[in-house]
């Protein structure tokens, strides 16, 4: 008669979930989860700094930064530059999960300094034409589109720089 294993005899091997899984079971998800915790608290803390550097710009207090997109520092660079960062810092800059977290930071980047930054400006110059309608004219009653969509190169930098910081003292700090 042939013979079955078991789950434990398997686990009494050494093996246990770690031939199925690569790494033992975890029971908390985010402390023993550095990159996915260090892009969490990147954003957070990009969305929070808006609020000052708003102020900082405009002297005036507008919490609703906290929560829109756009402005200083860029809470998608730092998203994505902390978790890239953490990952490389976790597994090493050979590790495949580095190579597409660098990829991604890249790709969001670009985006939020290109594509969405120009369609804010697009958005900014119909806003314009839309008020200089007169009060009959079907559009003139039209809700503004959202002009503060994309970044600059600089507020870019500054999330991306915001990012590293992070992902850094998280490790340093675990």
Known sequence: MDEVMTAADAGSLGGGN???????????????????????????LAQFLKVFTNW??????????????????????????????????????????FAIAVVLACVVMYDASGVRLHAGRQAELLNQIVCEFPP???????????????????QVAAGGILGCVVAYLMRSTS
């Open 18 to 44: 770690r031939a199925l899984y690569g790494s033992p079971p975890s029971q908390n998800l985010f402390p023993h989860n550095l990159p996915i915790f260090s892009a969490f608290l990147a954003f957070a």
């Open 136 to 154: 009959e004219h079907p559009l003139s009653t039209v809700r503004p589109l959202r002009e503060l969509l994309g970044h600059t190169p600089i």
């Open 56 to 97: 900082y710009k405009e002297k005036r207090w507008d919490s609703k930064r906290m929560i829109s997109s756009g402005g200083m520092p860029s809470s998608h660079s730092a998203t994505v530059t902390a978790l890239a960062v953490a990952i490389g810092l976790e597994e090493g800059a050979g590790a495949p999960a």
